[in-house]
């Protein structure tokens, strides 16, 4: 048997106390015997909701995350209430007042920060406390304490007009105080803002009756007894009976100081989190100095905390932390304000982009450098904020088209911001899920996005409503939403990105999917990877690919769209919708004798027979005498085409004859979703080439717009001009190299108007246009390979892959 | 169509598993009883209740894995060897007994159903 470790951690906060669940959810309950040690005599609480509780919108016990009695079922040892006083590193042990001593072989520093107390007069009564009246807001105490005072008072100062002070003073205004917020510098929160975001967010508040007094340097705290008012260096004074300290934090760090640590402004610490001089010892959270910075923010303090579990369980021996980009959402005094990096530009060549409305105090700022968003401000506006952090926090390429993430829902209606709509409003159309649903998930403990879809089905059905889901999520647990590391993996039972993953595949020269779970999954099954899996397999072996055919949805199985009753619909190739008498009549024909319950033209220029039972599909393909269609599968769908030269009055260029070339060579091609093409005749764009996944649209001199990306489903989108060529073999071989790159590098079910706006439109005419890393003849090779092995799907009606494929009920066998 | 199987008090003998691919489900009809049988990749055998009871999806046409079913329908997700839904708050699918016999045979056990005389001889 392996004796356990001693793991002690001391503080009992945001940081601490989650890197506890987070080992504990690593299995080291079996490795480390945990001892805790926490300054406040409770449980662990969200600091982050201690201005709600002020503010009266949280009871106090609605913000606990873990009980005390959470610790126990945990086999954690917590000392609640008791203050670490040393920590002895050479025999490896802690002490605490009333001989509490803990031997440790691995320590956490946890310690947090306190409140910064700016040097002035009349603080301290003669017992040095604060005077009655005066208040550090830091603590639940604190927080307590403020509450009861605030009862008998009347007029507060707020010494500090940073987030913290906002915070404060909104609680103190819902209870009824005048409140003045007196800060040093010559606008509010001028560490997230610039001077006229600033300037904004005072004149707003001034009109939610904040008294704010700027540049103001606080002397002394006046009244024998308790406050009666602040004395300012300019001589002037503010009467008051109560004041609140919140001009910033220090970080907690006497502690390791006397110990010895390396400490700057926190305690210094590696990439592993380990002390710079000790590495028996690790800090995270408020405390920690982290190549030169200490972060005040939760989301950076769980990604430490996280890596520090990774670190010592063993789990992820090599992991990092390397910093974090921080961005934050806030809401002061319900307005909304999304900060992320660089306030202001930093470079001579930093791009600036600004929308200013001051009268509905709307200010909108972008520093864009390198084509990516290096900051932003966004102040009354919580609209475009979820995609303004996604693109800042992934370093996405910039959209050429700034308003773009500026004015998101520009044309659509204005839906109003997710603090404000009720509980009962649904916010996944597809599953019937409403915001209440969604919260109530998130207070059951889902902290990711995925959690959330999980366990709701939100976002599950079309997947358009995941903006809002994301929004609803980010808003019910304040903001700190985690991010799931899965996100990023091709599909969620193999643990590597799409490129990683075709790596290990061609290394390790796995051909099937089964291969897959045995060599990069520790043969683990997952049965939502298998369809992914197939689909990548087939991109990257073509016909070396061992097909298992478990792996692919029933569609694919069976060549055929399955309906909600069980049956199929079966949808012949009519290239480029153009059609025949002698057709028509067959497709009637076949209709008649297998009693097609329905007969309908799809929106691709096609027709649909619905109705089939599953059994019948090879004999209604024989008597049609047509190809498949592809209609049920990811893969080129279809070409929808106008009628172009031949008969139109305006055709420039020949789209039907174009649209049937394209249909004829890419007929079948799989891909990580579906493609629907178009060709149109002239800029009319009758055809609605514009917004389909690729399409090309004719132009005057025989000339041809190529367009990627565009949408008309679940989401709107006007495609984005590729290039424009010159001849209809210019246009099929640009279409199919871009193919050919959506399908090694699109994310499995990723339509190309989100694989080409999170790669860029730029990127792709550099690397697809103008050959910029050589890449465009190995494409081009690709594709042809890929057209070449092309069979037709239907051929199996004579030669099933199983004698059982198309069995609707098998017969028993007799014996 | 069913023709006659043997069968014990209980047992029905459906024949080989190689009439079900590896790693796919098929269903039988059992009587007035359908009922889906799975052949894991691994080698085990699973049977249920042939329709989802989300929206009488064909359970034997969906995704298994890891000793799940997906239905093809709405991706709503069960475990075969017990019939739990799994992730939603659907009615838990009837599950059957099934085994494979030393020659590799489906043997399923139905609780009072037998191939109606109608559609099937009794033995």
Redesign the interface.
């Known amino acids: 048997m392996i004796t356990k470790q001693q793991l002690v951690v001391v503080g009992n906060g945001m940081a601490g106390a989650r890197f506890v669940e987070d080992v504990l959810a690593r299995g080291g309950r079996d490795r480390f015997s945990i001892t805790m040690f926490g300054e406040e005599p409770y449980g662990n609480y969200n600091r982050i909701l201690l201005s709600s509780v002020m503010a009266g919108s949280h009871d106090p016990k609605d913000i606990f995350l873990n009980s005390l009695g959470w610790y126990e079922e945990n086999g954690v040892k917590l000392h609640a209430g008791v203050r670490v006083g040393w920590i002895d590193r050479l025999s490896k042990k802690v002490y605490a007042p009333g001989g509490v001593t803990a031997a440790y072989d691995k320590l956490v520093i946890a310690t947090g920060s306190s409140a910064f107390v700016p040097p002035m007069g009349g603080l301290y009564d003669q017992s040095g406390e604060f005077k009655p009246g005066v208040f550090a807001f830091r603590t639940l105490d604190d927080c307590d304490r403020m509450i009861k005072y605030a009862g008998k008072a009347r007029r507060a100062a707020v010494i500090g007009g940073g987030l913290l002070g906002l915070e404060a003073a909104r609680g103190l205004l819902n209870r009824g105080l005048e409140v003045h917020v007196v800060h040093l510098m010559s606008y509010l929160m001028e560490a997230q803002l610039d001077a006229l975001a600033g300037g904004m967010l005072h004149r707003l508040l001034e009109k939610m009756g904040v008294r704010i007094l700027l540049e103001k340097f606080t002397t002394a705290v006046l009244g024998d007894d308790a406050v009666t008012g602040l004395a300012f260096k300019d001589g002037s004074k503010l009467d008051c009976d109560m004041v609140v300290i919140s001009a910033g934090i220090r970080a907690n760090v006497d502690l390791a100081k006397q110990s010895g640590l390396t400490v700057e402004r926190g305690i210094v610490v590696h990439d592993d989190l380990s002390c710079r001089n000790d590495t028996n010892v690790y800090a995270i959270g408020e405390c920690a100095q982290h190549r030169g910075q200490v972060y005040g923010l939760v989301a950076p303090i769980w990604e430490q905390a996280r890596v520090l579990a990774d670190v010592l369980t063993g789990g992820n021996k090599r992991a990092l932390y390397t910093g974090s980009r921080v961005s934050t959402k806030l809401k002061v005094m319900g307005i909304e304000l999304a900060v992320m990096g660089d306030k202001d530009p930093k470079r001579e060549d930093d791009e600036v982009v600004t929308y200013v409305e001051p009268s509905r105090g709307v200010y909108k700022k972008l520093i864009v450098r390198e084509g990516r968003l290096a900051g932003a401000i966004l102040l009354g506006d919580g609209l475009a904020a979820p995609r303004l952090l996604q693109v800042f926090d992934r370093e996405d390429p910039m959209l050429d088209d700034r308003s773009e993430l500026l004015f998101p829902m520009s044309g659509e209606a204005k839906t109003p911001s997710v603090a404000e709509i009720p509980d009962t409003a649904q916010i996944c159309n597809c599953n019937g899920v409403s915001k209440g649903k969604i919260v109530a998930a998130v207070k059951a403990g889902c902290r990711t996005v995925k959690a959330v879809c999980d366990a709701t089905r939100a976002g599950t059905g079309c997947g358009s409503c995941k903006p809002q889901v994301q929004a609803v999520v980010a808003f019910a647990c304040d903001g700190a939403v985690e991010e799931d590391p899965a996100a990023h993996y091709y599909v969620p039972g193999v643990a590597l990105t799409k490129p990683a993953l075709i790596k290990a595949v061609r290394e390790q020269d796995l051909r099937s999917v089964s291969a897959v779970f045995k060599g990069l999954a520790g043969g683990r099954e997952d049965l939502g990877s298998k369809v992914g899996l197939a689909s990548l397999l087939k991109t990257v072996w073509g016909k070396e690919y061992e097909d298992e055919r478990d792996a692919r949805f029933i569609n694919d199985r069976v060549h055929a769209n399955i309906q909600k009753d069980g049956t199929f619909s079966v949808i012949p190739r009519i290239y480029g919708g153009v059609t025949s008498p002698e057709q028509l009549r067959r497709i009637a024909d076949v209709a008649e004798k297998y009693n097609a319950r329905m007969v309908k033209i799809t929106g691709g220029q096609r027709i649909d027979l619905l109705g089939i039972p599953k059994e019948k599909l090879p004999d209604v393909w024989n008597d049609l005498g047509m190809p498949s269609g592809h209609a049920y599968t990811k893969a080129f769908r279809t070409c929808k085409t106008c009628v172009g030269t031949d008969f139109c009055r305006y055709g420039v260029g020949d789209s039907t004859g174009l649209g049937i070339k394209i249909e004829k060579r890419f007929q079948g091609i799989e891909s990580p979703h579906k493609m629907k093409l178009a060709t149109a005749g002239c800029p009319r764009n009758c055809s609605e080439a514009t917004t389909k996944d690729i399409g090309a649209v004719a132009i005057e001199g025989g000339k041809w717009e190529v367009y990627i990306g565009g949408a008309a489903g679940s989401r709107v989108r006007k495609g984005d001009v590729l290039c424009i060529v010159d001849s209809q073999d210019d246009v099929l071989k640009c279409m199919g190299r871009f193919m050919q790159y959506y399908r090694e590098n699109g994310k499995y079910l990723e339509r190309t108007y989100d694989f080409v706006e999170r790669t860029g439109i730029d990127a792709l005419r550099r690397l697809l246009v103008d050959d910029a890393d050589g890449i465009c003849a190995r494409l081009d090779a690709d594709i042809q390979a890929a057209v070449d092995a092309y069979d037709d799907p239907w051929t199996e009606s004579r030669k099933p892959v199983h004698p059982n494929q198309f069995a609707g009920t098998v017969a028993v066998a007799g014996r | ?6 069968s014990t008090d209980r047992t ?5 598993i190689e ?6 489900g ?5 009587g007035n009883v ?1 009922v889906a049988v799975f052949r894991a ?1 691994d080698g085990q055998v699973f049977a249920t209740q042939a329709l989802c009871t989300h ?4 359970l034997a ?6 000793g ?3 239905c ?2 709405h ?1 709503y ?1 069960f475990d075969l060897a017990t019939g739990a839904p799994l ?2 708050t659907c009615k838990a699918l009837k599950t059957y007994p099934v085994s494979l016999s030393a020659d590799g045979d489906i043997l399923l056990s139905i609780e009072g159903q037998r ?1 109606s005389s109608r559609e ?1 001889k009794q033995p």
């Open positions: 169509m069913i023709s006659a199987p043997p029905l003998n459906l024949g080989p009439q079900i691919p590896p790693g796919e098929r269903r039988f009809q059992i359908p990749r929206k009488a999806g064909p046409d969906g995704i298994m894995g890891a799940k079913i997906v093809p329908l991706s997700t992730g939603h191939p099937g």
